[in-house]
T-cell receptor
Framework: GENVEQHPSTLSVQEGDSAVIKCTYS??????FPWYKQELGKRPQLIID?????GEKKDQRIAVTLNKTAKHFSLHITETQPEDSAVYFCAARDNNDMRFGAGTRLTVKP | DAGVIQSPRHEVTEMGQEVTLRCKPISGHNSLFWYRQTMMRGLELLIY????????DSGMPEDRFSAKMPNASFSTLKIQPSEPRDSAVYFC??????????????FGPGTRLTVL
């Protein structure tokens, strides 16, 4: 089955700086890579996703890049704000299996 | 749409008791997922259904866990008998599968289970 590794486990940045979270996956058949944001005590919510037929996707301050050859994908948040503070999860799925990374706790200091 | 609905939101029970968690997916979605979240193990996929049929239950930890989806608008996750190590937040999520493409999963608010 799929195995997803996520780094770093914690990340602290100053407001306005950029944050980058990286994930690797093991199953070359994986074709869908979502990123979720989970605030304390709340449910995970999708913030951006990418499919295997594209290498990059951007939505305002958030972007995701995918390198299928190396089997890794990254989340980039620019101009971070205190409300970006949360736990972020990457995930990878093929047609049958969805696995999440262990999560990254992002803290944006004002 | 009210989104994915889960009940109860909180459950406190004693070891050995049966626990039933309920989920109503978003209307029109044809895939339903049960997850368990703990600090130690993170977010784990327990089981998922496509068109009410269980596809992969390899994440179900033990025979004490069972899940059903009798129709497109309802699913249950049952733990019998419950143990303290089952304490976690259980999330249900649903999505629309189109062909071989899975789309965004929408998570319910979760059920926080505490087994004493």
């Amino acid at each position: 089955g799929e195995n997803v590794e996520q780094h770093p486990s914690t990340l602290s940045v100053q407001e306005g700086d950029s944050a980058v979270i990286k994930c690797t996956y093991s199953d070359s058949a994986s074709n869908y890579f979502p990123w979720y944001k989970q605030e304390l005590g709340k449910r995970p919510q999708l913030i951006i996703d990418i499919r295997s037929n594209v290498g990059e996707k951007k939505d305002q301050r958030i972007a995701v890049t995918l390198n299928k050859t190396a089997k890794h994908f990254s989340l980039h948040i620019t101009e971070t704000q205190p409300e970006d503070s949360a736990v972020y999860f990457c995930a990878a799925r093929d047609n049958n299996d969805m696995r999440f990374g262990a999560g990254t706790r992002l803290t944006v200091k004002p | 749409d009210a989104g994915v609905i889960q009940s109860p939101r909180h459950e406190v029970t004693e070891m050995g008791q049966e626990v039933t968690l309920r989920c109503k997916p978003i209307s029109g979605h044809n895939s339903l997922f049960w997850y368990r979240q703990t600090m130690m193990r993170g977010l784990e996929l327990l089981i998922y259904f496509n068109n009410n049929v269980p596809i992969d239950d390899s994440g179900m930890p033990e025979d004490r866990f069972s899940a059903k989806m009798p129709n497109a608008s309802f699913s249950t996750l049952k733990i019998q008998p419950s143990e303290p190590r089952d304490s976690a937040v259980y999330f249900c999520a649903s999505s629309l599968r189109q062909g071989t493409n899975y789309n965004e999963q929408f998570f319910g608010p979760g059920t926080r289970l505490t087994v004493l």
